[in-house]
């Protein structure tokens, strides 16, 4: 099982990038999914997740600037992120998860148990 983040890079305060995760997971969609990011000397934190019917929940950190979306035909997980700002710069990171009973409905709390969710992509650096 692969979970493989693309799209990080630089960019000044304002602007926007699209990260991507490509996933080898069977029936990846019915999973609970998600992005998190961690700075240099701070704890992992979510960023936004989004449950097998595509209900997003976003940090409130990041509302009305960073959008999660899946593409079922693709096996594919996006995270549109506008409006960038310097304390966004991170390594982000997807996850996939459905062993954990936290889980179950993917609820917006789930962003503090990183340690649910079964499976994670290796990092894609975002620097603003």
């Known amino acids: 099982v692969q979970l493989v983040e693309s799209g990080g890079g630089s960019v000044q305060a304002g602007g926007s990038l699209r990260l991507s995760c490509a996933s080898s997971?069977?029936?990846?969609?019915?999973?609970?999914m998600g992005w998190f990011r961690q700075a240099p000397g701070k704890q992992r934190e979510g960023v936004a997740l989004i449950d097998s019917h595509g209900a997003t929940k976003p940090a409130d950190s990041v509302q009305g600037r960073f959008t999660i979306s899946k593409d079922h035909a693709a096996n594919t997980l996006y995270l549109q992120m506008n409006s960038l700002r310097p304390e966004d710069t991170a390594m982000y990171y997807c996850?996939?998860?459905?062993?954990?009973?936290?889980?179950?409905?993917?609820?917006?709390?789930?962003?503090?148990?990183?340690?649910?969710?079964?499976?994670w992509g290796q990092g894609t650096q975002v620097t603003v």
């Open positions: 996850a996939a998860g459905s062993s954990s009973l936290v889980l179950a409905t993917c609820p917006r709390t789930a962003m503090t148990y990183s340690y649910a969710f079964d499976y």
């Open positions: 997971i069977y029936k990846y969609s019915s999973y609970c």
